[in-house]
């Protein structure tokens, strides 16, 4: 059966479709979990039970949820940028999608092999940029439009910080090397392909998180800014700005925005483990499992963060990066260089 | 420090245009139906005008339609949140123009309902204030204790929120050994509670950077526009009806007053956690001192007949001096009642404040000023 | 309430009595012309006392007048002074008219926009004289005592 699946992957040109059908089942049922998981958390946190009804523990809950937003009806505002307005759910949607497929689960198991595995995520995490802009001008609406507007910058923004972080991290690999199990000969890491990172944290024992501790902390709360999540979610601020960018956008169209920001929260909690906390490494259980385990860990830090802290203003919101995060995150770099260099 | 953004500073630009904004009067924010129409500047208020009237129920017509029995139960829906400090202040109002005694034990039954009732009022405006600045979770907690105020207040009175417990002369049902064990019961959650939203809230970093220097009303501008309350305390003025103008037994209790002279957003915030203390203390105060006795007057007349003249009262309440002008003509129909809320005032300084502000600032602002709307629309 | 400022307010008020702050609340009452009326607005708020409240009383069919009502309190101790000014016009007079003091204390701007929708009163040289409570087109004035009487209702039918 195995044999047979691999050789239809390999060789038939349902390969394609048959590995997206494959990822957006697991994604689908990502986001699912999430949602729930979200729920969950923040009702226990607010002293309340969370879902109950629909399935055990209201695990069906989403699914339910989902159910009912593919089922209404699909409203156009009038006077919306029809080509924009209709393009954003989609551009939000398919890069993130992408960047899942780069991501290493185990030593052997990665969808897309690529030496530049890390540029090719953060290329990706830059188009939804876009999308967010598409919807909140094509929407006709002002309270889209300032939510968009303030979407944009505070993304643009933090990615430079996002990116330094990993940097450091990138040096680090680059300066260690790693054995390859077969061959026993030191292979030079390549710092930008995901693999290599996490490699080199297994072979040496050590999860960059040690090493790179600052870095790590930075990456976190740029990876927060990145995802528009509290205490970064002004462009979602709903008692200001109603829903921000996404507000004229109902049923299916909204769920696209919606599984796109968990998907995106997956993503950046994924990059997190690869580049900080070991990757698939960990004993006993299988590579893949830990993966997401640690993955799923980050998330529960990131909604615990979210239902503890209220939101930042804007210009506080980009005073913190660019007079704190970024300078940060830079001498964070040199000092890295320096150390490498040195030693 | 001023909150005027320098234009460079905003998104929009020193030149940009100035685009108008509505907010309201449905807005998953604003307390209750206000509409505020906003003319920005980027990120930047150039021009904040509220728009009121949404919730008018003619209250102050209908007082003068009624007999003073009859305009009763309209005391406690004026401003629902300080409905008992209302209900029982029109009581108190009326007894003093015709004189009616109230018994010992009606007077401290009356201070444990009004302190309780500024408590759930300043409970209720701290989780919607944080909830307006996107900390959810906290609103969920003090609603909690919320609940246990309106449970012991329903036990006795049989409402939740707008009560009509007071009548002329006393309160209507008695307090019994279980009301005073609950309510002590209460004084040591909430103290242990408002430790807790010491540390994990009024120490929190991004509040403060949200609070601090946000939103100032200087004292002159204050006086200016008649503001009172935590408000005016808030921004150096030590003015408290309750020791202005004692009433209702008030003079009775040690309590302080606190006063914070910087009258930004967060001294109104720490205000009002002080005035849940302060409350506290006089509670405790009063089940102590509790005597026995009636609560109402064995004899009491059929008609409230105000004579004629000019008459007014003021009270306390969550949001400041409430003040109810009362202009008899010998029946007991009231010529004209005016009541003089305190929200009505404290909007109206809202325009002024909140220009050169950030639209971020605005919900901050009004938040902070903790306005009632039925109170200003009645 | 000082000597100094009684004495500055002698010559604007027509009268001025104290009363009794016990049974009625008020501790001095004045009366004032509308000409003088800002004066004796300065003279308080030159004190230190607040404009707490304004109000308007319909007395156009008892004594041919709208009386407005001013109370000023002092926030250090308490001290409210009640003045009463008078505008002539009986049942049929076409408006009233007063001055507007919300350019001295900024607190009774909105004070005068309820009294103007509320009984008609027109505030001159009030920087915005606009509906506050009741929707903009409304064309009647509600606490007018002639207005809204039960007794003038029609019956309905149900």
Redesign the interface.
Known sequence: MPETLSQLLDDSVLAMPIAAGLIMGALTINVLMLVWAERKV?AW????MGPTEVGPFGLLQTLADMLKLISKQLITPSNVDKPLFHLAPLLAFAPVIAAVALMPFSKSLILVQNDFGLLFVFAFGGIAVIAIFMAGWGSNN??AL?GA?RSV?QSISYEIPLILSALSVVLVVNAMGFTLASGGSIVVANGLDLSHIVMAQDQHGLWFVLVQPIAAIIYFISALAETNR??F??PE????L?AGFHTEYSGMRFSMFFFAEYTNMLIVSMLAVVLFFGGWDGPVLPGPLWFFLKSYMVIFVMMWVR??????????LMTFCWKVMIPLSILNLLATAFVVAVL | MTNAVPPEATPGGGDGEVYSLNMGPQHPSMHGVLRLLLDLKGEEVVKAKPVVGYSHRAHEKMAENRNTLQFLPNTSRIDYLSGMIYNLGYCQAIEKILGIEVSERAVYIRVIANELNRISSHLLWFGTFLLDLGGITPFLYSFDDREEILDILDQVTGSRLTYCYGRFGGVTMDVDEDFLARTTAFLARIRERLGMYDDLVAKNVILRERCINVGVISTEMAKSYGVTGPSLRASGVVYDVRRAEPYGGYEKFDFDVPVLHEGDTMARFHIRISEIEESCKIIEQAIKGIPEGAILPKKMPKRFKIPEGEYYFAVESARGHFGMYIVGDGTDVPAKLKLRTPSFSNLSAMPEALAGTMLADTIAIVGSIDVVMPEIDR | MSKALLEVLEPFTSSSEESDYGATGIHRRHTTTLDNLARVCEAFLGAGYIFEMLSCIDLREKEEIMRLCYTFNSLETADRHLVHADIAGGLEAESFEAPSISSLARGADWQERETFEMYGVTFVNHPELERLLLPEDADFFPLRKDFGRIEDAEAQDD
């Open positions: 923040s946190i607010q002293r309340r002002k309270y300032l507007i910058a509290a205490p979610d002004i601020a709903e008692s200001e109603v239902w503890t802290f209220p939101r930042l203003r804007f210009d506080q």
